[in-house]
Protein backbone atom coordinates (compact mmCIF):
# COMPACT_ATOMS: atom_id res chain seq x y z
CA UNK A 1 0.00 0.00 0.00
CA UNK A 2 1.42 3.57 -0.96
CA UNK A 3 0.67 7.19 -0.28
CA UNK A 4 0.56 9.88 -2.56
CA UNK A 5 0.97 13.25 -1.37
CA UNK A 6 0.43 16.39 -4.38
CA UNK A 7 1.18 19.64 -3.06
CA UNK A 8 1.37 22.82 -4.94
CA UNK A 9 4.45 25.19 -4.46
CA UNK A 10 3.21 28.16 -4.22
CA UNK A 11 2.60 29.79 -1.31
CA UNK A 12 5.04 27.18 0.91
CA UNK A 13 8.20 28.34 2.83
CA UNK A 14 10.98 26.12 2.57
CA UNK A 15 10.93 24.93 6.24
CA UNK A 16 7.28 23.98 5.51
CA UNK A 17 8.30 21.77 2.48
CA UNK A 18 11.24 20.95 4.79
CA UNK A 19 8.82 19.74 7.24
CA UNK A 20 6.03 17.75 4.82
CA UNK A 21 9.03 15.62 3.67
CA UNK A 22 10.09 14.61 6.90
CA UNK A 23 7.16 14.04 7.87
CA UNK A 24 6.59 11.91 4.55
CA UNK A 25 9.57 9.87 5.02
CA UNK A 26 8.23 8.73 8.48
CA UNK A 27 5.09 6.95 6.49
CA UNK A 28 7.26 5.06 4.57
CA UNK A 29 9.01 2.11 5.48
CA UNK A 30 6.38 -0.69 6.61
CA UNK A 31 7.87 -4.16 4.81
CA UNK A 32 4.10 -5.95 5.07
CA UNK A 33 0.58 -5.27 5.47
CA UNK A 34 0.23 -6.96 8.50
CA UNK A 35 3.36 -5.08 10.73
CA UNK A 36 3.20 -1.34 11.75
CA UNK A 37 -0.58 -0.86 10.76
CA UNK A 38 0.56 3.26 10.52
CA UNK A 39 3.20 2.64 7.89
CA UNK A 40 3.03 2.46 4.66
CA UNK A 41 5.34 0.50 2.16
CA UNK A 42 6.32 3.38 0.14
CA UNK A 43 5.27 7.34 0.05
CA UNK A 44 5.57 9.59 -2.49
CA UNK A 45 5.45 13.38 -2.62
CA UNK A 46 5.03 15.46 -6.13
CA UNK A 47 5.42 19.33 -5.70
CA UNK A 48 3.95 21.15 -8.24
CA UNK A 49 3.72 24.50 -9.78
CA UNK A 50 0.33 25.79 -10.98
CA UNK A 51 1.86 28.86 -12.07
CA UNK A 52 4.07 26.87 -14.53
CA UNK A 53 1.28 23.81 -14.70
CA UNK A 54 3.69 21.47 -14.25
CA UNK A 55 5.80 18.54 -11.75
CA UNK A 56 8.94 20.57 -9.96
CA UNK A 57 11.62 18.00 -10.96
CA UNK A 58 14.23 18.83 -8.44
CA UNK A 59 11.79 18.56 -5.62
CA UNK A 60 12.46 16.13 -3.62
CA UNK A 61 15.97 15.75 -3.92
CA UNK A 62 17.03 13.26 -7.31
CA UNK A 63 17.77 9.84 -6.23
CA UNK A 64 16.01 10.04 -3.19
CA UNK A 65 13.14 7.97 -1.05
CA UNK A 66 10.13 10.36 -1.69
CA UNK A 67 10.80 10.37 -5.84
CA UNK A 68 8.01 9.39 -8.11
CA UNK A 69 10.19 6.53 -9.17
CA UNK A 70 11.43 4.94 -6.31
CA UNK A 71 7.41 4.98 -5.25
CA UNK A 72 6.84 3.64 -8.38
CA UNK A 73 9.67 0.75 -8.26
CA UNK A 74 8.59 0.15 -4.51
CA UNK A 75 5.16 -0.30 -5.35
CA UNK A 76 5.92 -2.76 -8.27
CA UNK A 77 8.36 -4.94 -6.18
CA UNK A 78 5.72 -4.73 -3.19
CA UNK A 79 3.00 -6.17 -5.38
CA UNK A 80 5.32 -8.93 -7.36
CA UNK A 81 6.65 -10.18 -3.72
CA UNK A 82 2.43 -9.84 -2.44
CA UNK A 83 1.26 -12.05 -5.52
CA UNK A 84 3.67 -15.02 -4.69
CA UNK A 85 3.08 -14.67 -1.34
CA UNK A 86 -0.32 -15.23 -2.19
CA UNK A 87 0.92 -18.12 -4.19
CA UNK A 88 2.72 -19.98 -1.87
CA UNK A 89 -0.22 -19.38 0.67
CA UNK A 90 -2.29 -21.28 -2.06
CA UNK A 91 -0.52 -23.91 -2.59
CA UNK A 92 -1.70 -27.61 -1.62
CA UNK A 93 0.89 -29.64 0.42
Excluded: W
Excluded at 15 to 36: Q, S
Aim: aromatic share 2%; proline share 4%.
Amino acid sequence: MGGVLAIPYEGLGENILRNIERAMLNMGGRRATTNAQNLLEQACLIVISKERRLILPDIPKKGGPLRIEAFAAGMRTSSSSAGSREQSHGRLI
